[in-house]
């Protein structure tokens, strides 16, 4: 999986911020069909999953971890969070630890900075990052399981990949895509 996500990527360029929400999107379950379980997660690392304290397995969507460490290797590029998850903290706890192919935790792959989990619009998610990375809405790539997000964020110019199924390889080839295609617009 890797090799093909890696050697599609190659021709071409990989923006300089891409986006991410959270639940249903990077992994499954949803944080609040935890309730009832929930922190603390321990992390198995053979199956690279966390497990919540009711024993409910929480994995990795598609390509993700591929997916991460191939846009956090790239000089220039950066992992933003836009997420309207209901347990942020638990959302942290996990992203700190899952790990990428190379070792690293997602938390490690990610721009700190550009990780905004709140309820509301995610217009708002999306504003607050480009004002604190100084990357233009034009230079990013958004991705979200929701078809609503997908709307509204598509409407700030940002190029948005629905992905009903996570973030998988053709998922992640499409948002290539497309993002090639409006750069040359």
Known sequence: ???????????????????????????????????GGGAPFRYCENSNTCVDRNGTVVELLGAIPEVWQLISSTEGCKIAIASRTDEPSWAREILAKFRLPNGRTMMEALDRDLVEMYKGSKKKHLKAIRDKSGVPFAGMLFFDDDPVNIEHVSSLGVVSV??????????????LDEYSRAKRM
């Open 1 to 35: 999986e890797m090799e093909a996500v890696a050697e599609k990527a190659d021709e071409r360029r990989i923006p300089k911020l891409v986006v991410f929400d959270l639940d249903a999107c990077v992994w499954s379950p949803e944080m609040y069909e935890l309730w």
């Open 162 to 175: 629905l992905t009903p199924q996570g973030v998988t390889s053709s998922a992640w080839e499409r948002g």
